[in-house]
Structures are given as structure tokens and as C-alpha cells.
């Protein structure tokens, strides 16, 4: 009875490696091993990434399980897929650590960025939906953790690749690590001789009606500080506490604030004062105050201010911008006044 032919290329050798030798029918159900283990990894991936998109509060817990479920199926998938060709495991451990250190040496980088990453992955001390800001100012939140890099989106929509041990070896700050609010500090400045206390109930008034200032409690109040002399000037700070989710627009938080307070500041006529040096002429021609103005035919400055007429409020359009759940959702239209 002639032989069969696809039974003998089954078992036809291909290499022999010490008393183990690797056929071409093992071959192929080592490689189809670790086809499908590979298949489930992925499958398993975008399902939990799915999963994860639609879910609000376990999304950092979905994303560990996402990753230790992939590396787990391809691991076992490589480790079932080579004894399944024959290969004694047990007899290429030395081999196996001699190729080990070479390729260590090699590709060390990758292999300490592979450890940080699952550093990352279950210390959760920077996760997936954080905002963060690294040492060189670059600030987004967290999208992706990858086996050697880890992805953050700007607020101006870029993504910056950051090598995983640069995350666990760098100082990096997150702004959201234990989803509270953080305060900040906006910096302005008035001329001398205000009235500091006009200045503190204006600047206040206009950072509570801020839309997303927290409200004042015991621990956390907004205020504002006088913190030193200038050159011309008296410099204060606005202390304020913006919510959380606001704090992740950290520019747009800090230009509203800005824009708010200078609003404040024009409609309460106080002034904000510029770099000068002023000259001062106490007589002309034997005349003083408006009478020597008036010799010159200028107009005195307190009626130009009465003669300017009322400015419609301004749109702050960093506060608005806010307003947005997502820095890639289109910017919301100014509101158009209703015609009488």
C-alpha cells in the first residue's frame, strides 16, 4: 500500500535541536498557535477598549485588565506555540540566557521602557484619563499606555510619545491624581494709591462669576493677596479654585481669569498702570489746572471721560471655550443679542 503523502510531509524534519526536533506538521500547529493566541489578544483589546470608552469611574480598572489579559494570551500563545513544535523549553534555557544578555545589551532601552510601562499600568500613578504636565512644560492628558511609549493629547489636539521610564524616573505632575480640585494664582497688577480693599471686592466679584470657580468652603475660598511692590505698580494675586474638570484647560482657565479680571478692574475705573515716567507742570503762563489747560485749548481729562459712551460688555472667550466637554469639539458661537 503506497505511503501517504501528506502524512510523510507531517512528519518530515526540518531541525533537530539536542533530542528534540521540530517537524513541518509541528510547525504549522505552532504557528497556528500563535496566530490565534495573537488573534485573541487583539480581539480581547478592542473589546475592552470599548468597554472601557463607554465606562465613567472603572476606566483605569478596565485599561489594567486590558493589558495584563494581551501580554497573558500572547505569552501563553508563544510559550503553548513552541512546545507544540517540538522545542523542549527546559533545554534552550541556556541558550536562551545567552541570547538574553546580548539582546539586553542591545535593546536595554526598550526593555526598561517595557518595565516602566507595567510600572505605570498597576501602580496607577499616572493613568489613562489624567492630566499631566511634564518637566520640559509639555502638559495633556493621558490617552494610551503602550508597552514602550505612552501617548498624551495636548489641549491643542497633538499627541506627544513619551518614553514610559521617562514617566516613572522624571518628576511629572498630575493634575488630576486624586480627582480634586488644585489651586492656582493669577498675577495682576494696579497703580499706586488704590484702594486696596475696591480692588479685593471688584477682582472677587468677577472670579465668583466665573462659571467653573468652585464654590467657597472652609479649607478652599477664593481670594486675593497683595504680594509686593513693583516699579510702578502694586502686585496681587488672584487665589482661586476651579473645578476639576476644568483644571485639565489649564491655559483657557488662566486666560478667562485674566480677562475676568480686567473687565473688573476697567468697570470699577481702577487703574492699570504702564511702564512711564510723569512730568509734572503745577503752573503755565500763571495759570494752573484746567485754567492753563484751557490756554492751551485742551480739553480737560475728566470731561473726555464723560463723554465717552457706555461699552457693551465683553465676551471672555476663554470661558466659553471651557464650556466645551472636548478640546476637538468645535468652538460654541457667541451668543447673538435678541433684537427688540
Keep these: 500500500m503506497a505511503a501517504n503523502p501528506l502524512r510523510t510531509l507531517d512528519s ?37 477598549r470599548g ?18 489579559l494581551t501580554y497573558g494570551l500572547v505569552i501563553i500563545g508563544v510559550t503553548v506555540g513552541l512546545s507544540t513544535m ?37 501602580e496607577r500613578l499616572v493613568a489613562v484619563g489624567d492630566f499631566v504636565e ?14 514602550r511609549a505612552t501617548r498624551i493629547r495636548t489641549n491643542d489636539s497633538t ?5 514610559n521610564s521617562v514617566l516613572v524616573n522624571d518628576q511629572v505632575i498630575n493634575w488630576t491624581l486624586r480627582n480634586t480640585n488644585r489651586r492656582i494664582r ?37 481670594q486675593v493677596w497683595l504680594v509686593g511692590f513693583g516699579e510702578s505698580a502694586l502686585k496681587f494675586e488672584l487665589i482661586v479654585w476651579p473645578t476639576v474638570e476644568s483644571v485639565r484647560r489649564p491655559a483657557a482657565v488662566n486666560a478667562a481669569y485674566t480677562w475676568a479680571i480686567d473687565d473688573a478692574l476697567r468697570q ?3 487703574e492699570i498702570p504702564y511702564p512711564q515716567r510723569d512730568i509734572r507742570v503745577r503752573g503755565l503762563f500763571g495759570e494752573e489746572g484746567e485754567d492753563a489747560l484751557t490756554s492751551l485749548k485742551l ?42
Excluded at 539536542?18 to 473589546?47: D, M, Q
Design 12 to 48: 518530515f524534519e526540518l531541525l533537530k535541536l539536542g533530542k528534540a526536533s521540530v517537524t513541518v506538521g509541528g510547525l504549522a500547529a505552532g504557528v497556528l498557535i500563535v496566530a490565534v493566541a495573537l488573534f485573541a489578544a487583539r480581539l480581547s483589546s478592542v473589546g475592552l
Design 51 to 68: 468597554l472601557r470608552e463607554r465606562a465613567a469611574g472603572d476606566a483605569a480598572s478596565l485599561y489594567i485588565v486590558e493589558k495584563v
Design 86 to 122: 517540538g522545542l523542549d523549553l527546559t533545554s534552550l534555557a541556556v541558550f536562551a540566557g545567552a541570547v538574553g544578555v546580548g539582546v539586553g545589551l542591545g535593546l536595554q532601552g526598550i526593555i526598561k521602557d517595557f518595565a516602566s510601562g507595567v510600572s505605570l499600568v498597576f
Design 134 to 147: 511634564l518637566s520640559n512644560g509639555g502638559r495633556g492628558v493621558v490617552h494610551e499606555i503602550g508597552p
Design 159 to 163: 499627541d506627544i510619545i513619551v518614553p
Design 186 to 222: 493669577i498675577p495682576f497688577v494696579t497703580a499706586f494709591g488704590i484702594d486696596k480693599e475696591k480692588v479685593r471686592e471688584a477682582v472677587l466679584k468677577a472670579a465668583r462669576a466665573v462659571p467653573f470657580t468652585s464654590p467657597d468652603d472652609a479649607v478652599r475660598r477664593t
Design 268 to 270: 470699577a475705573k481702577i
Design 299 to 340: 480739553e480737560p481729562a475728566a470731561r473726555r471721560r464723560k463723554a465717552k459712551a457706555a461699552k457693551a460688555a465683553s465676551s471672555n472667550d476663554a470661558a466659553q471655550d471651557l464650556e466645551r466637554e472636548d478640546p476637538d469639539d468645535p468652538p460654541i458661537p457667541p451668543a447673538v443679542p435678541l433684537k427688540s
